[in-house]
């Protein structure tokens, strides 16, 4: 299965995308995972890519496609993979066409409100990546992470300015997606909110999926 999964920030993406990498064995291959690895690894990339993801506007298509192409082009992904964060442009969803043939398109639908509610309550354990919320999905012990033990951070980017910023570029940017999929009916709608569990959500995408 070759999928994108497509939503505003903290519509779910990251977490829908761990459970269906595992229900659909493929992997998941997420862009901002991949440049928070080389930030915090201090390769060129990183070096290159901090700045704009701390303020939350988009890195260079250039440089993410690049990077997809490689990533994709690896054995692991053979089969199929989930896109999770990428295309976020039409220029970038046209580069993906070139390089192969998608099943879906994955749009998860969530209000404003809530987006701001969900990031702003969302915490993150920096090795693992794993991902919390204050109020939806705390953690066992308040500020540490359930397996590791580790501290947990909220990211640069899941502060309120940088969330600002990100909505904006989403609308303006990300959101032409949506038609660009609609068009060669790839889409397929799941509605999500802060109501739901999020094996609820996950129950939705699997049939929307199947
Ligand atoms: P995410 O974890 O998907 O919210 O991505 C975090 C940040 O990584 C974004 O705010 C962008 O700065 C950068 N990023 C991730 N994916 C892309 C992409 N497809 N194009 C440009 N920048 C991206």
Do not use: W
């Not at 397996?147 to 899941?158: A, N, V």
């Not at 909505?167 to 032409?176: D, H």
């Amino acid at each position: 299965m070759k999928a994108v999964f497509l939503g505003p920030p903290g519509a779910g993406k990251g977490t829908v995308a761990a459970q269906a990498k595992d229900y659909f064995k493929v992997p998941h291959i997420s862009t901002g995972d991949l440049f928070r690895y080389n930030i915090k690894n201090e390769t060129e990339l990183g070096k290159q890519v901090k700045s704009i993801l701390a303020s939350g506007g988009l890195v260079p298509d250039s440089v993410t496609i690049a990077m997809v192409k490689e990533r994709i082009a690896e054995p692991d992904c053979k089969d199929g993979f989930i896109l999770d964060g990428f295309p976020r442009t039409i220029p970038q969803a046209e580069a993906l066409e070139e390089m192969t043939e998608l099943d879906h398109v994955l749009n998860l639908v969530i209000s404003n409100e809530e987006v701001v509610q969900r990031l702003s309550g969302r915490r993150m354990c920096p090795s693992t990546g794993r991902i919390y919320h204050v109020l939806f999905n705390p953690p066992k012990v308040e500020g540490k992470d359930d397996e590791t033990g580790e501290d947990l951070i909220q990211r640069d980017d899941d502060k309120e300015e940088a969330i600002k910023h990100r909505l904006e570029v989403y609308n303006a940017q990300t959101e032409p997606l949506i038609d660009f999929y609609r068009k060669k009916n790839l889409i397929r709608d799941v509605k999500t909110s802060n109501n739901m569990k999020p094996d609820e959500v996950f129950a939705c995408v699997v049939k929307a999926l199947s």
